[in-house]
């Protein structure tokens, strides 16, 4: 694709888009500053879709009119609301529909396929996570490897870019692993490392994980929604994702996972109601009769005010496809990235690497003599929302559903502006 630096341009992209219409199903926030929002934040928190408020409000009605008959005796009854979500999930996750769930919240879900998948020995008890791990991650792990009486301390290893560089390479996993796998007994990785948005090679660490006997689970925080993903084929044993960042059902929305069919004994999870057959669940029986698949990992009856945007979020993301929505991705970000790279070449770099990206650029103040910091300030009085990292380090990710050709433009003219201000 040959870019252009116009506003014609950008335009005329946006006038081409076959899923331009999208946009219109969202709620932007409002003008700042006579400023029109530039919104590039769904790596952090998505846009509230437009049906997303009609199916809580739905919810809300539902309760009010029919109060617990809402379990059973209305249109989505609340005793199988989850299953939903089923056909989205799978889809976007390349899992089969028995493998996925909506359940909990992320690091719920992580602790709990921790306890099923996290099953430590002396001889082979330790957790490899990334260096730079989201911190939620490295708590759980950490206090995983503590609940089970070992240390942290020895057990937590790091799979870390070489010295200089800044993203990973599988073959320093793979030569870790060479050293250390028979003490391993889980690789908790993401498919999307959150800060410099690299995309890792999810099916090689699952394959390294297998050759090794570990266990793999996978953090999909960054990747659902953004990337293709192929689970049934890769095979971890278990994977989980949020929902608010490019899946948009908003803050603390209810989470999805995954489990590997070649799971499903009884004895290797916890139980709760919801995770019993609902043909016996309301027998009331003493007796655990675990439902088919990743639904027997519930526990509790879902909270359907936060699983309702997921359920209208998932419909639009099943209309778009995510085939096109990353063709449109690849091209959006892209030319973000020529943007930037064109104009701000001196004084703004990108960490992200450009054959292992998804949505996200992680841009870099590389101008030392610029106030990384104030730049972001700038940024925001203006209306454009990314997010900040310490020390240096501004993302932003155009998400191909709601965001435009123009979007990234006003971007670049907004970064340009800063700059000189
Ligand atoms: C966003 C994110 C989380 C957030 O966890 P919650 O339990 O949803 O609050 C955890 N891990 C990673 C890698 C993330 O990107």
Same mark, same amino acid.
């Given at each position: 694709m040959i870019y252009q630096d116009s506003p014609d341009f950008a335009a005329s992209l946006d006038r081409e888009d076959p899923l331009a219409s999208f946009r219109g199903q969202f709620n932007f926030p409002r003008d700042k500053n006579g400023f029109s929002p530039v919104y590039l934040c769904g790596n952090s928190l998505g846009l509230q879709p437009k049906l997303a408020v009609d199916f809580v409000q739905s919810e809300l009605e539902k309760w009010k009119d029919f109060a617990v008959d809402g379990h059973f005796h209305?249109?989505?009854?609340?005793?199988?609301?989850?299953?939903?979500a089923t056909a989205g999930f799978a889809e976007l996750t390349g899992a089969?529909?028995?493998e996925v769930v909506a359940m909990n919240t992320l690091t719920v879900n992580l602790h709990l396929l921790m306890a099923s998948f996290y099953r430590p020995t002396p001889e082979r008890r330790k957790i490899v996570i990334e260096a730079g791990a989201f911190p939620s991650d490295q708590y759980a792990a950490a206090s995983q490897i503590r609940l089970h009486g070992f240390d942290p301390e020895s057990d937590l290893l790091e799979w870390r870019p070489r010295s200089g560089e800044l993203h990973l390479r599988l073959e320093d996993l793979a030569d870790m692993l060479e050293r250390e796998g028979s003490s391993v007994a889980l690789l908790l990785l993401p498919g999307v490392q959150y800060y410099t948005g690299q995309v890792l090679d999810m099916q090689g660490i699952c394959e390294l994980g297998r050759q090794h006997g570990c266990r793999v689970g996978l953090d999909l925080a960054h990747a659902v929604g953004n990337v293709a993903l192929q689970l049934s084929l890769w095979a971890p044993d278990f994977a989980s994702w949020c929902t608010y960042k490019y899946l948009n059902a908003g803050p603390g929305a209810i989470a999805g996972a995954f489990v590997h069919e070649s799971h499903r004994s009884p004895d290797d999870f916890l139980h709760g109601?919801?995770? *019993?057959k609902q043909g016996t669940r309301f027998e009331m029986r003493r007796k655990f009769d675990p439902a088919e698949g990743a639904e027997a990992w519930q526990m509790s009856n879902p909270p359907i005010f936060s699983l309702a945007p997921v359920i209208a979020s998932l419909q639009l993301f099943q209309q778009a496809g995510l085939d096109r929505l990353r063709k449109k991705s690849m091209m959006l970000t892209g030319y973000l990235h020529w943007l930037v790279a064109t104009r701000f070449d001196d004084r703004i770099g990108n960490i992200t690497p450009a054959d292992a990206r998804g949505c996200q650029l992680s841009l870099?103040?590389?101008?030392?003599?610029?106030d990384a910091r104030a730049l972001f300030d700038r940024l925001c009085e203006r209306n454009v929302t990314g997010d900040w990292r310490n020390p240096d380090v501004i993302r932003v990710a155009p998400a191909p559903?709601? *965001?435009s050709f123009v979007d990234v433009f006003d971007f670049a003219e907004r970064l340009s502006d800063a700059l000189d201000d």
């Amino acid at each position: 694709m040959i870019y252009q630096d116009s506003p014609d341009f950008a335009a005329s992209l946006d006038r081409e888009d076959p899923l331009a219409s999208f946009r219109g199903q969202f709620n932007f926030p409002r003008d700042k500053n006579g400023f029109s929002p530039v919104y590039l934040c769904g790596n952090s928190l998505g846009l509230q879709p437009k049906l997303a408020v009609d199916f809580v409000q739905s919810e809300l009605e539902k309760w009010k009119d029919f109060a617990v008959d809402g379990h059973f005796h209305s249109k989505r009854p609340w005793v199988s609301y989850h299953q939903q979500a089923t056909a989205g999930f799978a889809e976007l996750t390349g899992a089969k529909p028995g493998e996925v769930v909506a359940m909990n919240t992320l690091t719920v879900n992580l602790h709990l396929l921790m306890a099923s998948f996290y099953r430590p020995t002396p001889e082979r008890r330790k957790i490899v996570i990334e260096a730079g791990a989201f911190p939620s991650d490295q708590y759980a792990a950490a206090s995983q490897i503590r609940l089970h009486g070992f240390d942290p301390e020895s057990d937590l290893l790091e799979w870390r870019p070489r010295s200089g560089e800044l993203h990973l390479r599988l073959e320093d996993l793979a030569d870790m692993l060479e050293r250390e796998g028979s003490s391993v007994a889980l690789l908790l990785l993401p498919g999307v490392q959150y800060y410099t948005g690299q995309v890792l090679d999810m099916q090689g660490i699952c394959e390294l994980g297998r050759q090794h006997g570990c266990r793999v689970g996978l953090d999909l925080a960054h990747a659902v929604g953004n990337v293709a993903l192929q689970l049934s084929l890769w095979a971890p044993d278990f994977a989980s994702w949020c929902t608010y960042k490019y899946l948009n059902a908003g803050p603390g929305a209810i989470a999805g996972a995954f489990v590997h069919e070649s799971h499903r004994s009884p004895d290797d999870f916890l139980h709760g109601w919801w995770g *019993n057959k609902q043909g016996t669940r309301f027998e009331m029986r003493r007796k655990f009769d675990p439902a088919e698949g990743a639904e027997a990992w519930q526990m509790s009856n879902p909270p359907i005010f936060s699983l309702a945007p997921v359920i209208a979020s998932l419909q639009l993301f099943q209309q778009a496809g995510l085939d096109r929505l990353r063709k449109k991705s690849m091209m959006l970000t892209g030319y973000l990235h020529w943007l930037v790279a064109t104009r701000f070449d001196d004084r703004i770099g990108n960490i992200t690497p450009a054959d292992a990206r998804g949505c996200q650029l992680s841009l870099i103040v590389k101008d030392k003599s610029i106030d990384a910091r104030a730049l972001f300030d700038r940024l925001c009085e203006r209306n454009v929302t990314g997010d900040w990292r310490n020390p240096d380090v501004i993302r932003v990710a155009p998400a191909p559903l709601y *965001n435009s050709f123009v979007d990234v433009f006003d971007f670049a003219e907004r970064l340009s502006d800063a700059l000189d201000d």
